[in-house]
């Protein structure tokens, strides 16, 4: 076992060891800092806490590069490293790790965001906290802010080392991205290609994206690749510190291995949101009512509903203060989900959640902390309580 570790970490703490003694660390300017932790209890008593750091900055010979760092302990698997238990699972699975370089770079008007990585990148039920490498915005961060575009497809586990880049053209409100890796369960490669139109006029920003995957599909055996597709749109209408609506839609990835390619209950991997929203000097407001079967709805990052489930709820989401323009806000997310049997609503499967939150800014930099509570005493598909830290500057 510690030649396992020896082997899967040694070379990543010597390059860490030696980063800062590097020629050219003198000639590093931080521009970006952006630090995710979460710590979540889940009902069955397994616990999972993990962070992921990533910096930005320029150098003044090689130009501009990013550094992305992310861990997550399995707190159950731990215990097998401790006290040996054999029930648990490899004690290799009690570590997720990320590691990724990108480089951007500007060339004849377009940016070009090249990248490395090596790690593992897997299905967490805590949504998309953890996966946040190589990512386009399409909002500033604040209260209300939707959650980006993720390069890495959250269906996927993909362990071993590949390479990705990320194109924007400049004239055109395009970008396209995709990454290649080995991956050592099905002795394959995987593949992931993305595809996105996204602008803004006066009042109006729009996204429309595509993904297609060739890779490590839950069904897919050694040797076999299982081939996805995805697509999905967002819209985002009206002005600043006013009123404004909110609107999603996302269709999950269908499996082309599939007996002709179409799942039989389509319906079920449709998502779509509605959220009129409010956002003030002194106040911010958000109504989202969504329908489901949905992985990861935007504002409900807990949610991990079963695949022959569908769901329907709302998300309210109220704080008093602007952390940009007054320097702090804390606010309340409440939200309602319930399970469907047909058009009948399952009360025994509806489940209430509570989440206090507070941001402030200090130093050029938001920092949100946050937890959320389930006062239901459904396991599923809500987790029984989550903590998290967010931190983001841009200096």
């Known amino acids: 076992m510690e030649s396992f570790f020896a082997r899967k970490y040694s070379l990543f703490c010597l390059l860490l060891a030696l980063l800062p003694a590097a020629p050219f660390a003198q000639a590093f300017r931080m521009t970006e800092f952006d630090l995710d932790s979460s710590i979540r209890q889940n009902t069955d008593g397994s616990a999972y806490t993990g962070a992921v750091l990533k910096t930005g900055g320029e150098f003044s010979a090689a130009g501009r590069v990013n550094f992305v760092f992310g861990l997550e302990f399995d707190t159950d698997n731990l215990l097998y490293i401790f006290r040996g238990n054999p029930e648990t699972r490899r004690p290799a699975d009690a570590f997720v790790t990320r590691m990724a370089l990108e480089f951007p770079v500007q060339a004849g008007g377009q940016q070009i965001l090249p990248a490395v990585f090596l790690g593992e990148y897997a299905d967490l039920s805590s949504g998309d906290l953890l996966l946040r490498t190589l990512r386009t915005r399409l909002e500033k961060p604040d209260f209300l802010r939707s959650r980006p575009f993720s390069l890495f497809s959250d269906e996927t586990t993909t362990t071993g080392i590949g390479a990705g880049a990320v194109w924007r053209a400049a004239l055109l409100p395009v970008t396209a ?9 099905i002795a394959a490669p995987d593949f992931r290609f993305h595809a996105q139109t996204a602008g803004a006029v006066p009042g109006l ?16 055996e050694s040797g076999e690749q299982d081939f996805t597709l995805s697509a999905g749109f967002s819209v985002h209408a009206g002005a600043e510190n006013r009123l404004s609506l909110y609107m999603q839609g996302k269709v999950q990835p269908l499996s082309l291995r599939s007996p002709g390619g179409i799942p039989d209950r389509i319906s079920e991997r449709l998502h779509f949101l509605f959220e009129p929203r409010y956002t003030g000097s002194l106040v911010q407001m958000a109504a989202a009512f969504f329908l489901s079967p949905v992985m990861q709805p ?12 569908q769901y329907a709820g709302m998300n309210i ?18 939200t309602l989900l319930s399970a469907l049997n047909g058009t009948e609503v399952r009360t025994e499967d509806t489940a209430y959640c509570l989440g206090p939150f ?25 987790s029984a309580g989550e903590i998290n830290l967010h931190v983001e500057a841009a200096l």
């Open 358 to 382: 507070f941001q402030f800014t200090a130093g050029g930099m938001l920092f949100t902390l946050g937890t959320t509570l389930n006062l239901s005493r459904i396991s599923s598909p809500l």
């Open 205 to 220: 920003i729009w996204n429309v994206f595509a993904v297609f995957g060739a890779g490590s599909g839950e069904e897919a």
């Open 317 to 334: 989401r109220f704080a008093l203060g602007n952390e940009w323009e007054n320097g702090q806000s804390i606010g309340v997310n409440f």
């Open 177 to 185: 991205g995709g990454w290649i890796s080995w991956n050592q369960e």
């Open 298 to 309: 935007y504002s409900v990052p807990w949610l991990d509903p079963a695949e022959d489930s």
